[in-house]
């Protein structure tokens, strides 16, 4: 979240038929973020989810804000958070959660800040569904990977791959990812083998194929 000018993040896991739960965060203003809008049922987390866009909230003392969110906005205020904005976690028609960001003043995203915002949802998304999420909305797997080192395996396998196969880098990915959930494996564990060099791709398989174990270097 460097990039990003805001100080902290959680992400909770949320359903339309179960209750919802906070995963992780940050700090303890984000661990109260998360637990104040699934307790008051009110909030950008809970739109976002409700909704299935991002709501950015540049700055929680401002008259509509406040209105919008009676209860959430001052206790966010008094929690230490002035600027908040969730991101719903979607995959397709899959949607098991949301991200939050918060900032301690006034901010608003600009549009670069904002990809780099939802990009962060995406591998969120990833790292959430890869944690295998029970009906109840915990995580059977324990707490959530970095997010930092998760992407950078994902993103050097893919690379690999794309080397292998004489594919683009979407592609390769999709290879993987197709490959991960064929095996019932988590999608960062194979990405790991590609990078130690224990699975190989090899350039004439049919893309459900099963890859070489233990393959030479691409």
């Not at 637990?35 to 987390?45: A, D, K, S, Y």
């Not at 008259?63 to 976690?89: H, I, K, N, S, T």
């Not at 930092?148 to 396998?157: F, L, N, S």
């Not at 196969?165 to 990915?173: D, K, R, W, Y």
């Given at each position: 979240?460097a990039?990003?000018p805001?100080?902290?993040?959680?992400?909770?896991a949320m359903s339309?038929?179960?209750?919802?739960?906070?995963?992780?965060?940050?700090?303890?203003?984000?661990?109260?973020?998360?637990?104040?809008?699934?307790?008051?049922?009110?909030?950008?987390?809970?739109?976002?989810?409700?909704?299935?866009?991002?709501?950015?909230?540049?700055?929680?003392?401002?008259?509509?804000?406040?209105?919008?969110w009676?209860?959430?906005?001052?206790?966010?205020?008094?929690?230490?958070?002035r600027?908040?904005?969730?991101?719903?976690?979607?995959?397709?028609?899959?949607?098991?959660?949301?991200?939050?960001?918060?900032?301690?003043?006034?901010?608003?995203?600009?549009?670069e800040?904002?990809?780099?915002?939802?990009?962060?949802?995406?591998?969120?998304?990833?790292?959430?569904?890869?944690?295998?999420?029970?009906?109840?909305?915990?995580?059977r797997?324990?707490?959530?990977?970095?997010?930092g080192?998760?992407r950078?395996?994902i993103?050097?396998?893919?690379?690999?791959?794309?080397?292998?196969?004489?594919?683009?880098?979407e592609?390769?990915?999709?290879?993987?990812?197709?490959h991960?959930?064929?095996?019932?494996?988590?999608l960062?564990?194979?990405?790991?083998?590609v990078?130690?060099?224990?699975?190989?791709?090899p350039?004439?398989?049919?893309?459900?194929?099963?890859?070489?174990?233990?393959?030479?270097?691409?």
């Amino acid at each position: 979240m460097a990039a990003l000018p805001v100080v902290g993040a959680g992400v909770s896991a949320m359903s339309r038929t179960a209750p919802s739960h906070p995963l992780c965060s940050t700090d303890s203003v984000s661990e109260q973020l998360e637990e104040l809008q699934l307790t008051l049922g009110e909030g950008p987390c809970v739109d976002a989810f409700l909704h299935g866009s991002a709501v950015l909230a540049p700055d929680l003392l401002t008259c509509d804000l406040q209105d919008r969110w009676m209860v959430f906005a001052e206790a966010a205020l008094e929690a230490g958070a002035r600027a908040v904005f969730a991101l719903p976690l979607q995959m397709g028609a899959i949607s098991p959660g949301v991200l939050d960001l918060y900032a301690r003043v006034p901010v608003r995203l600009n549009a670069e800040e904002l990809a780099d915002a939802l990009a962060f949802a995406d591998l969120a998304t990833l790292v959430l569904l890869d944690a295998r999420i029970d009906e109840t909305g915990g995580p059977r797997d324990g707490p959530v990977e970095d997010l930092g080192a998760y992407r950078a395996e994902i993103d050097q396998a893919s690379g690999m791959i794309t080397v292998q196969l004489g594919v683009g880098i979407e592609e390769a990915f999709v290879r993987l990812r197709s490959h991960a959930y064929a095996q019932g494996r988590r999608l960062g564990d194979v990405a790991a083998d590609v990078v130690a060099r224990r699975l190989r791709f090899p350039p004439d398989a049919e893309p459900d194929a099963e890859p070489d174990q233990a393959g030479e270097d691409p």
